[in-house]
C-alpha cells in the first residue's frame, strides 16, 4: 500500500490528526508534550502556551502515574 496515496504529503497527515476527533498526544522521554490537537485542548481546556509547559504527569492522577511511566521502559 502506499502511504502517499492515504496523506498525500506531511500536511494532509498533520491536518488529518488536528482535526480528529480524538485526543490525540505525543509526548518525549520524560513526558514532555511534543504534540496535542485541538480535540485536546477543547476537552482539557488547555491553551497551546499552557500546554508546551506541561507534561502528562500534570494531567494524570497520582494514582495512575507509576502506571503510565511503565509504558516508557
Same mark, same amino acid.
Given at each position: ?9 506531511? #500536511? &494532509?497527515?498533520? #491536518?488529518?490528526? #488536528? %482535526?480528529?476527533?480524538?485526543? /490525540?498526544? &505525543?509526548?518525549?522521554? %520524560?513526558?514532555? +508534550?511534543?504534540y496535542v %490537537? !485541538? !480535540? ?8 497551546? #502556551? ?5 507534561? +502528562?504527569?500534570? /494531567? /494524570?492522577? =497520582?494514582?495512575?502515574? =507509576?502506571?503510565? +511511566?511503565?509504558?516508557?521502559?
Amino acid at each position: 500500500m502506499n502511504t502517499n496515496a492515504l496523506f498525500g504529503d506531511a #500536511e &494532509s497527515c498533520k #491536518e488529518l490528526f #488536528e %482535526n480528529a476527533g480524538d485526543l /490525540i498526544q &505525543s509526548v518525549d522521554e %520524560n513526558g514532555r +508534550f511534543l504534540y496535542v %490537537n !485541538k !480535540k485536546w485542548r477543547d476537552v482539557l481546556g488547555y491553551t497551546d #502556551e499552557e500546554v508546551y509547559r506541561m507534561a +502528562f504527569p500534570d /494531567i /494524570i492522577h =497520582q494514582d495512575h502515574l =507509576q502506571a503510565c +511511566f511503565a509504558l516508557f521502559a
